[in-house]
Protein backbone atom coordinates (compact mmCIF):
# COMPACT_ATOMS: atom_id res chain seq x y z
CA UNK A 1 0.00 0.00 0.00
CA UNK A 2 2.88 2.29 0.78
CA UNK A 3 4.63 1.54 -2.14
CA UNK A 4 1.28 2.46 -4.53
CA UNK A 5 1.43 5.62 -2.76
CA UNK A 6 4.49 6.74 -3.61
CA UNK A 7 4.01 5.90 -6.95
CA UNK A 8 0.96 8.28 -7.51
CA UNK A 9 2.39 10.95 -6.06
CA UNK A 10 5.58 10.11 -8.45
CA UNK A 11 3.24 10.08 -11.05
CA UNK A 12 1.05 13.40 -10.34
CA UNK A 13 4.72 15.48 -10.06
CA UNK A 14 6.01 14.11 -13.08
CA UNK A 15 2.18 15.13 -14.89
CA UNK A 16 2.60 18.50 -13.04
CA UNK A 17 6.01 19.24 -14.17
CA UNK A 18 5.15 18.09 -18.14
CA UNK A 19 2.30 20.56 -17.79
CA UNK A 20 4.10 23.06 -16.41
CA UNK A 21 7.06 23.17 -19.25
CA UNK A 22 6.73 27.12 -20.88
CA UNK A 23 5.60 27.35 -24.40
CA UNK A 24 7.11 30.18 -26.93
CA UNK A 25 5.33 31.14 -29.62
CA UNK A 26 7.25 32.96 -32.46
CA UNK A 27 4.27 35.00 -34.00
CA UNK A 28 6.95 35.16 -37.20
CA UNK A 29 6.16 31.58 -38.08
CA UNK A 30 2.56 32.80 -38.90
CA UNK A 31 3.51 36.35 -40.67
CA UNK A 32 2.83 36.92 -44.47
CA UNK A 33 5.59 39.07 -45.75
CA UNK A 34 6.37 40.53 -42.53
CA UNK A 35 2.64 41.23 -41.44
CA UNK A 36 0.38 39.51 -39.17
CA UNK A 37 -3.47 40.04 -38.76
CA UNK A 38 -3.92 41.79 -34.64
CA UNK A 39 -6.48 38.71 -34.45
CA UNK A 40 -4.06 36.13 -34.61
CA UNK A 41 -1.45 38.18 -31.93
CA UNK A 42 -4.51 38.29 -29.37
CA UNK A 43 -5.70 35.12 -29.88
CA UNK A 44 -2.14 33.93 -28.18
CA UNK A 45 -2.75 36.61 -25.69
CA UNK A 46 -5.47 34.35 -24.06
CA UNK A 47 -3.79 30.91 -24.60
CA UNK A 48 -0.56 31.40 -23.30
CA UNK A 49 -0.13 30.75 -19.30
CA UNK A 50 2.17 31.82 -16.87
CA UNK A 51 5.77 31.60 -17.90
CA UNK A 52 5.43 31.31 -21.83
CA UNK A 53 6.51 33.60 -23.99
CA UNK A 54 5.06 35.67 -26.69
CA UNK A 55 7.62 36.90 -29.29
CA UNK A 56 6.29 39.61 -32.16
CA UNK A 57 9.45 41.17 -33.10
CA UNK A 58 10.02 43.00 -36.65
CA UNK A 59 6.73 42.17 -37.23
CA UNK A 60 3.88 44.93 -38.81
CA UNK A 61 0.71 44.22 -36.57
CA UNK A 62 -1.97 45.19 -39.05
CA UNK A 63 -5.49 46.11 -37.63
CA UNK A 64 -6.65 47.21 -34.21
CA UNK A 65 -5.19 45.83 -30.53
CA UNK A 66 -8.04 46.07 -27.86
CA UNK A 67 -7.28 43.84 -25.09
CA UNK A 68 -8.96 44.20 -21.30
CA UNK A 69 -8.05 40.84 -20.05
CA UNK A 70 -4.71 39.62 -18.46
CA UNK A 71 -1.74 38.43 -20.25
CA UNK A 72 0.16 35.91 -18.15
CA UNK A 73 2.23 35.30 -20.12
CA UNK A 74 6.02 37.10 -21.09
CA UNK A 75 5.09 39.78 -24.15
CA UNK A 76 8.02 40.43 -26.41
CA UNK A 77 7.48 43.21 -28.71
CA UNK A 78 10.73 44.19 -29.85
CA UNK A 79 14.27 44.10 -28.98
CA UNK A 80 17.77 45.94 -30.37
CA UNK A 81 17.81 45.02 -33.93
CA UNK A 82 14.13 44.59 -35.28
CA UNK A 83 11.44 47.06 -34.74
CA UNK A 84 7.59 46.04 -34.30
CA UNK A 85 5.02 48.47 -35.95
CA UNK A 86 1.71 48.74 -34.43
CA UNK A 87 -0.10 49.97 -38.00
CA UNK A 88 -3.82 50.50 -36.10
CA UNK A 89 -4.93 51.64 -32.61
CA UNK A 90 -3.65 49.78 -29.63
CA UNK A 91 -5.63 49.18 -26.52
CA UNK A 92 -4.47 47.30 -23.45
CA UNK A 93 -6.77 49.43 -21.11
CA UNK A 94 -7.16 47.71 -17.63
CA UNK A 95 -4.53 44.65 -18.76
CA UNK A 96 -2.92 43.13 -16.31
CA UNK A 97 0.91 41.82 -17.64
CA UNK A 98 1.73 39.10 -15.27
CA UNK A 99 5.19 38.64 -17.08
CA UNK A 100 7.56 40.88 -18.77
CA UNK A 101 6.39 43.34 -21.11
CA UNK A 102 9.09 44.06 -23.93
CA UNK A 103 8.26 46.82 -26.54
CA UNK A 104 11.99 48.21 -27.36
CA UNK A 105 12.31 49.62 -30.65
CA UNK A 106 8.54 49.33 -31.55
CA UNK A 107 6.37 52.36 -33.58
CA UNK A 108 2.46 52.70 -32.85
CA UNK A 109 1.23 54.56 -35.63
CA UNK A 110 -2.13 55.10 -33.90
CA UNK A 111 -3.02 56.36 -30.38
CA UNK A 112 -1.69 53.97 -27.68
CA UNK A 113 -4.55 52.73 -24.62
CA UNK A 114 -2.43 51.80 -21.26
CA UNK A 115 -5.25 52.87 -19.28
CA UNK A 116 -5.30 51.76 -15.61
CA UNK A 117 -2.81 48.94 -17.30
CA UNK A 118 -1.06 46.65 -14.50
CA UNK A 119 2.67 46.08 -14.77
CA UNK A 120 3.48 43.07 -12.25
CA UNK A 121 7.14 42.49 -13.97
CA UNK A 122 9.79 45.16 -15.63
CA UNK A 123 8.05 46.60 -18.53
CA UNK A 124 10.54 47.99 -21.92
CA UNK A 125 9.35 50.85 -24.04
CA UNK A 126 12.95 51.73 -24.72
CA UNK A 127 13.51 53.74 -28.01
CA UNK A 128 9.93 53.31 -28.66
CA UNK A 129 7.78 55.92 -30.83
CA UNK A 130 4.58 56.97 -30.07
CA UNK A 131 3.66 58.81 -33.10
CA UNK A 132 0.15 59.77 -31.57
CA UNK A 133 -1.32 60.48 -28.28
CA UNK A 134 -0.24 57.82 -25.25
CA UNK A 135 -2.05 57.56 -22.18
CA UNK A 136 -0.90 55.30 -18.81
CA UNK A 137 -3.12 57.19 -16.55
CA UNK A 138 -3.54 55.24 -13.51
CA UNK A 139 -1.24 52.68 -14.58
CA UNK A 140 0.89 50.33 -11.84
CA UNK A 141 4.26 50.10 -12.52
CA UNK A 142 5.12 46.87 -10.25
CA UNK A 143 9.21 46.91 -11.14
CA UNK A 144 11.41 48.71 -13.02
CA UNK A 145 10.08 51.11 -16.23
CA UNK A 146 12.37 52.34 -18.80
CA UNK A 147 11.10 55.14 -21.78
CA UNK A 148 14.97 55.13 -22.40
CA UNK A 149 15.14 56.90 -25.76
CA UNK A 150 11.66 57.26 -26.90
CA UNK A 151 9.68 59.81 -28.46
CA UNK A 152 6.57 60.75 -27.56
CA UNK A 153 4.92 63.09 -30.66
CA UNK A 154 1.61 63.51 -29.33
CA UNK A 155 0.36 64.23 -25.94
CA UNK A 156 1.95 61.61 -23.21
CA UNK A 157 -0.64 61.21 -20.12
CA UNK A 158 0.67 59.86 -17.22
CA UNK A 159 -1.88 61.73 -14.69
CA UNK A 160 -2.43 59.23 -11.50
CA UNK A 161 0.41 56.74 -12.62
CA UNK A 162 2.36 54.66 -9.73
CA UNK A 163 5.64 53.49 -10.29
CA UNK A 164 6.55 51.65 -7.62
CA UNK A 165 10.59 51.17 -8.77
CA UNK A 166 12.77 52.84 -10.92
CA UNK A 167 11.57 54.99 -13.95
CA UNK A 168 14.24 55.74 -16.49
CA UNK A 169 12.97 58.56 -19.10
CA UNK A 170 16.83 59.10 -19.76
CA UNK A 171 17.39 60.82 -23.42
CA UNK A 172 13.55 61.05 -23.98
CA UNK A 173 11.68 63.59 -26.45
CA UNK A 174 8.18 64.96 -25.59
CA UNK A 175 7.34 66.94 -27.97
CA UNK A 176 3.63 67.27 -27.13
CA UNK A 177 2.32 67.60 -23.12
CA UNK A 178 3.55 65.80 -20.89
CA UNK A 179 0.76 65.37 -17.81
CA UNK A 180 2.19 63.83 -14.92
CA UNK A 181 -0.37 65.17 -12.53
CA UNK A 182 -1.40 62.95 -8.85
CA UNK A 183 1.62 60.54 -10.65
CA UNK A 184 3.41 59.11 -7.78
CA UNK A 185 7.26 57.54 -8.02
CA UNK A 186 8.58 55.52 -5.19
CA UNK A 187 12.27 54.86 -6.93
CA UNK A 188 15.03 56.83 -8.86
CA UNK A 189 13.24 58.95 -11.65
CA UNK A 190 15.81 59.91 -14.24
CA UNK A 191 15.01 62.22 -17.21
CA UNK A 192 18.59 63.49 -17.62
CA UNK A 193 18.96 64.72 -21.44
CA UNK A 194 15.46 64.53 -22.21
CA UNK A 195 13.44 67.12 -23.92
CA UNK A 196 10.44 68.29 -22.59
CA UNK A 197 9.43 70.73 -25.32
CA UNK A 198 5.48 70.77 -24.42
CA UNK A 199 3.90 71.77 -21.11
CA UNK A 200 4.89 69.68 -18.53
CA UNK A 201 2.05 68.91 -15.74
CA UNK A 202 3.82 67.69 -12.06
CA UNK A 203 0.96 69.07 -9.96
CA UNK A 204 0.44 66.80 -6.83
CA UNK A 205 2.94 64.40 -7.99
CA UNK A 206 4.94 62.90 -5.07
CA UNK A 207 8.41 61.74 -5.75
CA UNK A 208 9.13 59.71 -2.90
CA UNK A 209 12.63 59.22 -4.36
CA UNK A 210 15.43 61.45 -6.07
CA UNK A 211 14.49 63.38 -9.05
CA UNK A 212 16.77 63.66 -11.71
CA UNK A 213 16.68 66.81 -14.47
CA UNK A 214 19.81 67.12 -15.18
CA UNK A 215 20.66 68.32 -19.13
CA UNK A 216 16.92 68.61 -19.26
CA UNK A 217 15.72 71.09 -22.38
CA UNK A 218 12.21 72.62 -21.32
CA UNK A 219 10.17 74.57 -24.20
CA UNK A 220 8.39 77.68 -24.18
CA UNK A 221 8.09 80.03 -21.16
CA UNK A 222 5.65 78.94 -18.33
CA UNK A 223 5.76 75.27 -19.39
CA UNK A 224 6.20 73.65 -16.30
CA UNK A 225 3.28 73.46 -13.62
CA UNK A 226 5.30 71.91 -10.00
CA UNK A 227 2.17 73.39 -7.96
CA UNK A 228 1.69 70.70 -4.74
CA UNK A 229 4.04 68.45 -5.33
CA UNK A 230 6.04 66.93 -2.86
CA UNK A 231 9.25 65.30 -3.89
CA UNK A 232 12.55 64.10 -1.95
CA UNK A 233 15.57 64.94 -3.89
CA UNK A 234 16.20 67.20 -6.87
CA UNK A 235 18.65 67.18 -9.41
CA UNK A 236 18.91 70.27 -11.81
CA UNK A 237 20.14 73.45 -11.95
CA UNK A 238 17.69 76.73 -11.76
CA UNK A 239 19.23 78.13 -14.96
CA UNK A 240 17.03 75.09 -16.43
CA UNK A 241 14.14 76.01 -14.87
CA UNK A 242 14.22 80.05 -15.32
CA UNK A 243 11.39 81.58 -16.97
CA UNK A 244 9.95 77.79 -17.12
CA UNK A 245 7.66 77.79 -14.11
CA UNK A 246 4.36 78.04 -15.34
CA UNK A 247 1.83 80.23 -12.70
CA UNK A 248 -1.47 80.04 -12.23
CA UNK A 249 -3.82 83.00 -11.48
CA UNK A 250 -1.55 85.71 -11.29
CA UNK A 251 1.82 86.76 -11.33
CA UNK A 252 2.71 86.16 -7.69
CA UNK A 253 1.36 82.24 -6.43
CA UNK A 254 1.86 81.65 -3.09
CA UNK A 255 2.04 78.05 -3.80
CA UNK A 256 4.86 78.31 -6.42
CA UNK A 257 6.67 80.55 -3.45
CA UNK A 258 6.41 77.38 -1.58
CA UNK A 259 8.20 74.93 -4.02
CA UNK A 260 10.92 77.48 -4.42
CA UNK A 261 11.54 77.05 -0.80
CA UNK A 262 11.48 73.45 -1.35
CA UNK A 263 13.61 73.47 -4.11
CA UNK A 264 15.96 75.69 -1.79
CA UNK A 265 16.38 73.54 1.02
CA UNK A 266 16.84 70.49 -0.79
CA UNK A 267 19.70 71.85 -2.88
CA UNK A 268 20.93 73.11 0.80
CA UNK A 269 21.01 69.78 2.38
CA UNK A 270 23.21 68.29 -1.36
CA UNK A 271 25.49 70.79 -0.78
CA UNK A 272 24.77 72.45 -3.95
CA UNK A 273 24.71 75.74 -2.70
CA UNK A 274 24.98 77.54 -5.57
CA UNK A 275 21.53 76.31 -6.93
CA UNK A 276 19.78 77.03 -3.43
CA UNK A 277 21.14 80.71 -3.69
CA UNK A 278 19.61 80.68 -7.14
CA UNK A 279 16.04 79.61 -6.17
CA UNK A 280 16.35 81.71 -2.88
CA UNK A 281 17.15 84.87 -4.95
CA UNK A 282 14.71 84.36 -7.79
CA UNK A 283 11.61 83.44 -4.88
CA UNK A 284 13.07 86.70 -3.36
CA UNK A 285 12.21 88.83 -6.66
CA UNK A 286 8.83 86.72 -6.75
CA UNK A 287 7.44 87.73 -3.48
CA UNK A 288 8.07 91.59 -4.24
CA UNK A 289 4.70 91.39 -6.27
CA UNK A 290 2.92 90.96 -3.10
CA UNK A 291 4.85 93.59 -0.72
CA UNK A 292 3.04 96.76 -0.29
CA UNK A 293 4.43 99.52 -1.72
CA UNK A 294 7.03 100.81 1.39
CA UNK A 295 7.59 97.17 1.01
CA UNK A 296 8.67 97.00 -2.36
CA UNK A 297 10.82 100.10 -2.21
CA UNK A 298 13.20 98.51 0.86
CA UNK A 299 13.04 94.76 -1.10
CA UNK A 300 14.50 96.75 -4.49
CA UNK A 301 17.14 98.77 -1.86
CA UNK A 302 17.69 95.51 -0.62
CA UNK A 303 17.65 93.66 -3.97
CA UNK A 304 20.25 96.77 -4.94
CA UNK A 305 22.96 96.92 -2.75
CA UNK A 306 23.86 93.24 -2.53
CA UNK A 307 21.33 90.99 -3.68
CA UNK A 308 19.78 89.66 -1.07
CA UNK A 309 23.02 88.59 0.26
CA UNK A 310 23.79 86.19 -2.04
CA UNK A 311 25.09 88.90 -5.29
CA UNK A 312 28.58 90.60 -4.45
CA UNK A 313 28.10 92.05 -7.73
CA UNK A 314 25.05 93.80 -7.08
CA UNK A 315 27.50 95.66 -4.07
CA UNK A 316 29.99 96.54 -6.90
CA UNK A 317 27.67 97.71 -9.39
CA UNK A 318 25.66 99.48 -6.88
CA UNK A 319 28.90 101.06 -5.27
CA UNK A 320 29.92 102.12 -9.12
CA UNK A 321 26.56 104.09 -8.91
CA UNK A 322 26.86 105.78 -5.82
CA UNK A 323 30.43 107.08 -7.07
CA UNK A 324 29.33 108.51 -10.45
CA UNK A 325 26.44 110.06 -8.76
CA UNK A 326 28.34 111.91 -6.04
CA UNK A 327 31.02 112.56 -9.02
CA UNK A 328 28.12 114.39 -10.85
CA UNK A 329 27.39 116.54 -8.10
CA UNK A 330 30.72 118.05 -8.01
CA UNK A 331 31.31 117.86 -11.39
CA UNK A 332 28.11 120.48 -11.39
CA UNK A 333 29.37 123.48 -9.50
CA UNK A 334 33.08 124.67 -10.39
CA UNK A 335 33.70 125.99 -7.06
CA UNK A 336 33.12 122.67 -5.30
CA UNK A 337 36.44 121.47 -5.06
CA UNK A 338 40.00 123.23 -4.26
CA UNK A 339 43.04 121.38 -5.05
CA UNK A 340 45.23 121.61 -2.14
CA UNK A 341 48.10 124.31 -2.46
CA UNK A 342 46.38 126.67 -4.96
CA UNK A 343 43.65 129.09 -4.80
CA UNK A 344 41.34 127.76 -7.75
CA UNK A 345 41.28 124.71 -9.66
CA UNK A 346 42.45 124.73 -13.01
CA UNK A 347 39.71 123.38 -15.45
CA UNK A 348 41.21 122.95 -18.74
CA UNK A 349 38.41 121.32 -20.41
CA UNK A 350 34.90 119.84 -19.40
CA UNK A 351 36.75 116.47 -19.50
CA UNK A 352 39.28 117.22 -17.17
CA UNK A 353 37.04 118.58 -14.39
CA UNK A 354 34.96 115.07 -15.20
CA UNK A 355 38.16 113.28 -14.24
CA UNK A 356 38.99 115.48 -11.44
CA UNK A 357 35.17 114.60 -9.79
CA UNK A 358 35.56 111.15 -10.31
CA UNK A 359 38.58 110.87 -8.71
CA UNK A 360 37.78 113.19 -5.83
CA UNK A 361 34.17 111.02 -5.34
CA UNK A 362 36.12 107.66 -5.39
CA UNK A 363 38.62 108.31 -3.01
CA UNK A 364 35.97 109.79 -0.60
CA UNK A 365 34.04 106.78 -1.16
CA UNK A 366 36.38 104.49 -0.64
CA UNK A 367 37.90 106.69 2.31
CA UNK A 368 41.30 106.31 0.91
CA UNK A 369 41.80 110.69 1.25
CA UNK A 370 45.10 111.31 -0.55
CA UNK A 371 44.04 115.04 0.51
CA UNK A 372 45.46 116.45 -2.79
CA UNK A 373 41.74 117.56 -3.46
CA UNK A 374 39.12 118.60 -0.50
CA UNK A 375 35.54 119.75 -0.95
CA UNK A 376 34.76 123.35 -0.27
CA UNK A 377 31.67 124.80 1.82
CA UNK A 378 29.98 125.79 -1.44
CA UNK A 379 26.05 125.10 -1.61
CA UNK A 380 25.33 122.41 -3.34
CA UNK A 381 24.25 122.67 -6.79
CA UNK A 382 22.68 119.73 -9.13
CA UNK A 383 22.94 121.60 -12.82
CA UNK A 384 21.03 124.90 -12.42
CA UNK A 385 19.26 123.72 -9.23
CA UNK A 386 20.72 124.64 -5.77
CA UNK A 387 19.97 122.12 -3.04
CA UNK A 388 19.76 124.40 0.31
CA UNK A 389 21.38 123.68 3.98
CA UNK A 390 23.96 121.31 2.50
CA UNK A 391 27.14 121.75 1.26
CA UNK A 392 30.39 120.16 -0.44
CA UNK A 393 31.95 119.15 2.66
CA UNK A 394 28.51 117.20 4.23
CA UNK A 395 28.35 115.88 0.35
CA UNK A 396 31.78 114.17 1.09
CA UNK A 397 30.82 113.20 4.47
CA UNK A 398 27.77 111.22 3.22
CA UNK A 399 29.46 109.65 0.71
CA UNK A 400 32.29 108.44 2.59
CA UNK A 401 29.76 107.09 5.10
CA UNK A 402 28.05 105.47 2.32
CA UNK A 403 31.22 104.28 1.04
CA UNK A 404 32.14 102.36 4.38
CA UNK A 405 28.84 100.55 4.72
CA UNK A 406 28.94 99.06 1.51
CA UNK A 407 32.44 97.76 1.78
CA UNK A 408 31.27 96.16 4.55
CA UNK A 409 28.57 94.96 2.88
CA UNK A 410 30.36 93.62 0.19
CA UNK A 411 33.02 91.87 2.50
CA UNK A 412 29.83 90.23 4.53
CA UNK A 413 27.78 88.93 1.29
CA UNK A 414 31.45 87.76 -0.63
CA UNK A 415 32.29 86.22 2.64
CA UNK A 416 28.81 84.53 3.24
CA UNK A 417 29.46 82.87 -0.15
CA UNK A 418 33.09 81.88 0.25
CA UNK A 419 32.80 80.09 3.91
CA UNK A 420 29.59 78.25 2.81
Known sequence: MRFLKVALIFFCLVSVSGRSQARTVDMRDYAVNGTVPAEEVMKWFGELGTGDNLYCVGLVIKGDVKWKNSINCNLKFGDNDSITTFS????????????????????????????????????????????????????????????????????????????FKNGWFYDTI???????????????????????????????????????????????N??????????????????????????????YNEQLIVELIKFENHFRELGQFRESEDFYYNRRLLERSALSIHGKVGDWFVWAICGYGVRPTHTIWFSAFVILLFAILIYCQKDALKERDSELPE??????????????STNTFTTVGYGDWYPTKEKVKFFKWSIPGISYRGVAMIEGLVGWLLLAMFLVTLGRIWIR
Open 88 to 163: GQTSFKGTRFEGKVSFIETTFISNANFFGTIFRKSAQFNRVGFEDGVDFEAAVFSRNSDFLGSKFLGEANFSRTKF
Open 347 to 360: WTSWWSRFKNAVYF
Open 222 to 251: RSISIEMVEFGRVYVKYKQLKHKLKLSDSF
Open 174 to 220: FFNNAIFERAEFSGYVDFDNSELLGIVVFNNARFNGPLSLRGVSFGS
